[in-house]
């Protein structure tokens, strides 16, 4: 299963797990840039009200790929104005997989992950797994063996 690993990371914690899943399945990455960074208020009031902030050049036509591996962390219990933004620019998606993983500080409450299958359902897209990283999981190191689990359903 050919996988694009797409990944938007504010301070990295995200990023090493995307990066763990990439080497165990061999997929392809492509960063998800804001433009601009914004204060830690605006940035938790523009994920509530489900914003978007216009972001570098990334890869968003997905013709090549059979799935859609969507990483970010969890800002206000929601996704982060740039990954909206991404999810709107995606490009030939219907008929594709979709999987989600999320981080978050938090014990794993959270509709960031709703919120993406949401959106993309409505372009077609099938939602097939997810992961989410709480803040105990990062703390403990229990992330990395959820991440190889994780990563076993890409290499079927
Ligand atoms: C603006 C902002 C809002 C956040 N909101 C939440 C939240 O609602 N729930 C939560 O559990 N963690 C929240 N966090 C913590 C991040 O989700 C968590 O630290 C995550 O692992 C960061 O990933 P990153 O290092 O890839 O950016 C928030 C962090 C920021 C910067």
Request: neutral net charge; contains cysteine; hydrophobic residues 40%.
């Amino acid at each position: 299963m050919k996988t694009l690993i797409a990944c938007y990371s504010y301070t990295g914690n995200t990023m090493v797990v995307a990066e763990r899943i990439k080497k165990n399945i061999n997929a392809d990455l492509t960063v998800i840039q804001p433009i601009k960074d914004r204060w830690y208020m605006i940035k938790a009031i523009h994920a509530y009200l489900e914003k978007k902030w216009p972001i570098k050049d990334c890869i968003t036509d997905l013709t090549e790929y059979d799935c859609l591996l969507l990483c970010c962390p969890v800002w206000a219990g929601r996704v982060p104005p740039g990954v909206n933004q991404f999810l709107s620019q995606l490009e030939n998606v219907k008929g594709k997989k979709l999987a989600i993983l999320v981080t978050m500080g938090g014990d794993g409450k959270q509709g960031a992950t709703e919120q993406i299958k949401i959106a993309l359902d409505v372009q077609g897209m099938e939602f097939v797994e997810k992961l989410i990283i709480t803040g105990k999981d990062q703390k403990s190191g229990e992330w990395a063996a959820k991440a190889e689990e994780f990563s076993q359903y890409f290499m079927e």
